[in-house]
Each structure stands twice: as structure tokens, then as C-alpha cells.
């Protein structure tokens, strides 16, 4: 509940009580102010927005509205002060606040959807499938943008998430396909009605997404009681209290971490002697199981991107040529080798960072859409899909080109699993209409990104446990 709605709903009790003093009259300019301000019961979900502010145009005088509050400050009076101010649709919520606080939430939450983040009513909000997919994105970063630990999520983030998941997901309750039937009629005729059953991307999908995202739950919650621990960023302490070797060295500690671009992240630290075996067994096998999650979501996920369509905008833009777009060298090698090899021409790229490996598959994406439209005009227009069907009897060369670029871009993505999404993926989403496909493809993308992380967090102790049995490896040596 809004912080400034609980001070009015806490003061309007006393008042009714009759035990609180006569307030200042800086207390009540604040309370006035409190009560002029939107109140909203959304979780922190969503990004703040500001809500816009009242309008107070109107045949009134503020100084005898708020003489009005001082003098008599009962119920009635508060609600035709209200009035006064024109605040009248907001005067309910002393009322309000005694519902169930989750269906408000759910009221909520839909108004935004059906007003497609557009809380002026001004008919300017994205379409559904947008809000939907941007409603799911931003729910993940308020429970999960956070958690930086191998802990289990704190149990009200963990309630937060599944609530309004399954307020989320109910939509694809909904959403269904027709097929014909036959009925049986009480005179015993039998007639043929068209009946419906769950979208089949759905019906396959969605389960298995919900799957992925309870086991990932558990891997958090299996770390209830853990060997090791974490200190904050900056802090030198390393090993345990007790220890002699409490304190190391910061050129010991950026050898404890990983990705030392990330330095502000928190470092896991382990006993001085190291996990034991069957610890690090255990994580093991929570690392192989997140990496299964991972690779099932990306699996999903690059699915549901496949079967959306290319936006326009997308295809406007495209080079006059594939050549062009990767350029000369790349172009040689995939149209000269008989065998073509995508690992061999990623290995003599200079792809030394994310950056460079977003680039290239941008390039290597624009590249195939430019040979698969060229391949289907000289079928006569022909769907890329019957295309690649022909492609063993035909010796087009877009076509072989088009199909390179696939596995080239595949073999790209496989090397740098945390790849941002391409140019081409961020305008599928977009301009996507398909409210089915804006659920899936973003509940997969954020399971995708949780199970990375997961795996991520795994390696960082595993890691720091290496370093430290071989730092004691060292000092018995010495």
C-alpha cells in the first residue's frame, strides 16, 4: 500500500477514535497534499511512473476548504472537502483500502494491460502482446535484479512472482484454436460443431516453461544452508573470522573473482581448507541441471522468435546485397568451400568480446534475409520454407548462401550463450501482435537469463574454491 494513502487511512482512524490533538497547519497542508496525490497498489514490478496530478481548476477557495479540515476534520466533512477540491473520484479511498488487497492488484494490473501502458487513456499505448511482454520483463527485474547470490529468494519476492505470473499467464487460458467434432444430439443425431482446444504452441510450450522456471526456484532454495558465504565488493575479508589468513590481499581478491569487469558484485568466499567433495559434487550437478534449463529456454525461446514474423521495418532497411553486409573475406569463405565450416570461420574472426560477437550476427542476420528474398523472388516469390525444401535438388547459390548464414549465426550464438538479442529479434518483438507468442517469448527469455545466471553464480564459487586450495597449495610448498 502507498506509503502516503496508509498515513491518511492511520490519521482518519484516530480522528474517528477521538484521541489525536489538533494537528499543525503544516501537518495538514501535508496531509491535503498526501490526500491530492494517485494512489497506486501495483508492486514494484513495474517501473515507477508518475501519476498525473489533479486537477484543482474549479469554482472554489482553497483557504476555506483547508479552514473547513481544521475546523471539522470527521468523515463527512474529509469527503465533502474532497468534493470541494475536485477530488471527488479519489474520495473513495479511505473505503477502498478494506477490499482484498490481491484483487486490486489484479484490477490493476490488467487496466494497464488493456491500456497498453498508456495511463492518460489517450488511445497512444502499445498494442497487447507488447504490454504483456514488457509487464512479464519488468516483473523479472523488480524479483530477480537483485539477487546477485546462490541464496533462496526471499519469500515475499517469491510470492510477488508467482502471483502475478499466474495473473500474467491467464491469459493463455484463453487463448485457443477451433477443430471439428462430431456431436451427438439427444435424438441421436449426430452433427458436426467446431470445438476448441488450447493453442498448440501454447499447450506445448507453456507447461514445460513452468517446469523450468519451479526447478529453478528449487536450485535457489536448495542453498538454505551452504558451505560457503559471500562479502560484499571492496571488502578484504575472504576467508573465515577466525582464521589467521582472515585478511588478504586486493591482488588476491581480484584473483578471486572472475569477471573483474564486475567488480562491484558480491565475491564468494570458502572455508580455509576449501569446499568438501561431496559440496562440490553437489554443486556440479546444480550447475549441469541449470545448464539443461538453459539451454531448454534458449530452445524455446529462439522457437517462438523463428515463427514470428519479419516486421517490415525490418526488411526495408535490409543491404542490396549479403556480400555487402558480412563482408568480402567472410563472403569468400562461405561461397568458396565445398564443405562449409562455421566453427573454422568464427575461429579466423577476430570476435575478441560480446560486442563484436552482436555485431557480427547482426551482420551475418541482415545477410541471410538478403539472400532468402533473393532465393524466393527466383522461385517466383516463392516462401522461404518451400525454398529450403528445394534447396538439395537446387544449385541456387542465395540459397546456399541463406542456409550458410543459418548455421553460421546458430554456431555464433552457441559460442556466446549471454548474447543480447539481435537487431532483428528486438523488432520481432516490437511490432509482434501475437499476444501467445509475446508470453512465451518473453517467459522463456527470462528463464533463459535466470538459468545463465544460476550457472554463472556456480562457476564464481567454484572458482574461488580452486583459488583457494590452490593459494594452500602454495604455501605448503613454500
Not at 465533502?80 to 486490486?104: F, G, H
Not at 501502458?117 to 511482454?133: F, L, N, P, R
Not at 544460476?454 to 602454495?474: C, E, N, P, T
Amino acid at each position: 500500500m502507498d506509503s502516503s494513502s496508509a498515513s491518511v487511512s492511520e490519521e482518519t482512524s484516530g480522528e474517528r477514535g477521538g484521541c489525536c490533538s489538533s494537528p499543525s497547519t503544516r501537518s495538514l497542508v501535508d496531509t491535503a497534499g498526501n490526500l491530492s496525490r494517485s494512489v497506486s497498489d501495483v508492486s514494484t514490478s513495474f517501473s515507477s511512473e508518475q501519476c498525473s496530478s489533479v486537477d484543482h481548476s474549479g469554482p472554489f477557495e482553497p483557504a476555506a476548504a483547508m479552514a473547513k479540515l481544521m475546523v471539522d476534520r470527521s468523515p463527512a466533512s474529509v469527503a465533502a472537502s474532497l468534493s470541494r477540491l475536485s477530488m471527488k473520484p479519489r474520495a473513495d479511498v479511505l473505503d477502498r483500502r478494506s477490499t482484498d488487497d490481491e484483487m486490486e492488484l489484479v484490477k490493476e494490473r490488467f487496466s494497464k494491460l488493456l491500456l497498453g501502458e498508456d495511463m492518460s487513456g489517450g488511445g497512444k499505448g502499445v498494442c497487447t502482446a507488447v504490454a504483456i511482454s514488457n509487464a512479464i520483463t519488468n516483473l523479472y527485474a523488480t524479483v530477480f535484479g537483485s539477487c546477485h547470490k546462490l541464496e533462496p529468494l526471499p519469500a515475499g519476492k517469491k510470492a510477488m512472482w508467482r502471483r502475478e505470473m499466474d495473473c500474467l499467464l491467464s491469459v493463455c487460458d484463453y487463448i485457443v484454436e477451433f477443430y471439428p467434432t462430431s456431436q451427438t444430439l439427444p435424438d441421436g443425431t449426430k452433427v458436426e460443431v467446431m470445438a476448441t482446444r488450447p493453442r498448440s504452441d501454447i499447450y506445448i510450450n507453456l507447461p514445460a516453461l513452468e517446469k523450468l522456471d519451479a526447478m529453478l526456484i528449487d536450485i535457489l532454495d536448495s542453498f538454505q544452508k551452504a558451505e560457503f558465504w559471500y562479502a560484499d565488493a571492496g571488502t578484504r575479508s575472504f576467508c573465515s573470522v577466525t582464521s589467521s589468513s582472515s585478511t588478504l590481499s586486493s591482488s588476491f581478491r581480484r584473483s578471486m573473482h572472475r569477471n573483474e569487469e564486475k567488480w562491484w558484485l558480491p565475491v564468494p568466499c570458502v572455508p580455509d581448507a576449501g569446499l568438501t567433495e561431496k559440496v562440490c559434487k553437489d554443486l556440479q550437478k546444480k550447475r549441469d541441471c541449470a545448464n539443461q534449463i538453459h539451454k531448454a529456454a534458449v530452445a524455446i525461446n529462439s522457437g517462438v522468435l523463428s515463427d514470428m514474423e519479419v516486421p517490415e521495418s525490418f526488411m526495408a532497411v535490409l543491404p542490396k546485397s549479403g556480400r555487402a553486409s558480412v563482408g568480402d573475406a567472410v563472403y569468400r569463405v562461405m561461397l568458396g568451400a565445398d564443405k562449409f565450416s562455421p566453427d573454422f570461420l568464427l575461429d579466423t574472426l577476430d570476435i575478441s568480446s560480446e560486442h563484436d560477437a552482436l555485431a557480427m550476427a547482426d551482420r551475418v542476420e541482415a545477410a541471410m534475409y538478403v539472400w532468402r528474398r533473393k532465393a524466393s523472388g527466383s522461385h517466383g516469390k516463392m516462401p522461404w520454407s518451400k525454398v529450403k525444401e528445394l534447396a538439395g535438388d537446387d544449385d541456387d547459390k542465395n540459397v546456399t548462401l541463406a542456409s550458410r548464414a543459418e548455421s553460421l549465426l546458430l554456431c555464433l550464438k552457441h559460442r556466446f550463450p549471454g548474447l543480447s538479442q539481435t537487431t532483428l529479434d528486438t523488432s520481432k518483438i516490437q511490432f509482434n501482435k501475437d499476444v501467445g507468442q509475446a508470453i512465451l517469448e518473453s517467459y522463456s527469455r527470462v528463464l533463459e537469463s535466470l538459468a545463465f545466471n544460476i550457472v554463472s553464480w556456480i562457476d564464481d564459487v567454484l572458482f574461488a574454491d580452486k583459488s583457494i586450495r590452490k593459494l594452500v597449495s602454495d604455501n605448503l610448498k613454500s
